[in-house]
């Protein structure tokens, strides 16, 4: 029998003078890095709002503010990692454009992140990057009336 497995998450989607303020995820084993949202799991009974702010400030050193909601993510994919013939993971990631109100840029000590920096937008396409940066960068730009956009496929550059 597969396991199904659900994951909720909360991104912040900060831009400023042409800029993406990103974080690099660092696999448990340390043996991947790429280039992911400040953001992450929803604790049990904490509101995504909530997780949002206390995500950011983790991984950046950034106490930010919530502008908007931009709109919700949802997607499953098998992975190896969940028992012994795997498992679906059912991600939802609830993306919110948030502004700085506080703190100073820092990387995150002992957590899923190593590294905080702002990224030219124009140089983002060509990082190794999560597929959930290409997904909210879509919501920022297009800001979709139903939050919503089309699926984005993982490959190349893109990872989940």
Do not use: N
Request: charged letters at 20%.
């Amino acid at each position: 029998m597969t396991s199904q497995l659900l994951r909720l998450a909360a991104y912040g989607v900060c831009v400023s003078d042409g800029r993406m303020l990103l974080a690099r995820y660092v696999s448990p084993d340390a043996t991947q890095r790429h280039w992911t949202l400040p953001g992450g799991k929803v604790e049990h009974a904490e509101d995504p709002y909530d997780a949002v702010v206390r995500e950011v400030c983790e991984e950046t050193g950034y106490v930010v503010e919530v502008e908007r909601l931009l709109g919700v993510d949802s997607r499953t994919w098998h992975v190896a990692w969940a028992g012994p013939s795997g498992g679906e993971l059912h991600s939802v990631g609830v993306f919110y454009g948030v502004g700085i109100k506080g703190g100073e840029l820092r990387s995150e000590v002992s957590g899923s992140t190593d590294l905080a920096a702002w990224i030219p937008v124009s140089e983002v396409g060509q990082l190794e990057r999560a597929v959930i940066i290409d997904i909210a960068w879509e919501m920022y730009r297009t800001r979709p009336a139903s939050g919503h956009v089309d699926p984005v496929a993982v490959g190349g550059l893109l990872r989940y």
